[in-house]
């Protein structure tokens, strides 16, 4: 096997691995809109501040999901890896 | 919902402002092609974030267990979104990919600073309501 091929084949595994993250966040928000949902419907009339609050916290929380979604990215299509192999 | 609004036109306010900073530091330091990323990452930054603000509030209306799996659909949904822009700005040699993440994260930095320094006008800051 040569050693680009070798690289290759680890960025390709390192990208599905880095693609793990954007699960968590996922994950995460609808735990958080599930329990957003129970909360409206305990007070109804903090609908608005509930959201809010709720909105400022998913927007955050994504951004992990999406920096594993720009390494998958990066290793599978501008691999700065291969330019080291000379 | 009229504090989601007014939170969303703040962040807003606070995304333009630090981009249009942005944008003339990166012409008149760097090249277009980093002022364009900085544009694009941005635009599509704002535009996500308004998706999740429709989208918690439809799923707030939901029942726990359809609310979650709903804010999770929308979450794949927005992810693809982001995929594409990335992989646009990846194979497009006129888009700077890294301008493209700080674009991106401007909208998150605002946020932040937002709420770390409290910046939300006077009427919200005092808006803690005791129970009587």
Known sequence: MSDQALVLAASAIGAGLAMIAGIGAGIGQGFAAGKGAEAVGKQPEAQGDIVRVMLLGAAVAETTGIYGLVIALILLFANPLIGLLG | ?132
């Open chain 2, 1 to 132: 919902m009229k504090e989601v609004k007014e939170t969303k036109i703040l962040v807003l306010k606070g995304v333009a402002l630090l981009n249009i900073v942005l944008i003339l530091l990166m012409l008149i330091f760097f090249d277009l092609r980093s002022a364009y990323g900085i544009f694009i990452g941005s635009l599509i930054g704002v535009i996500n974030f308004h998706l999740l603000s429709l989208s918690l509030q439809k799923a707030v209306k939901l029942e726990p267990t359809k609310a979650g799996f709903y804010a999770f659909i929308q979450y794949i949904i927005r992810y693809i979104l982001w995929f594409l822009v990335f992989y646009i700005a990846l194979k497009r040699p006129d888009v700077n990919i890294l301008t493209t993440i700080v674009g991106m994260l401007s909208v998150k930095v605002v946020i932040l600073v937002i709420n770390v320094f409290n910046l939300y006008p006077l009427k919200r800051k005092f808006s803690r309501k005791e129970v009587s």
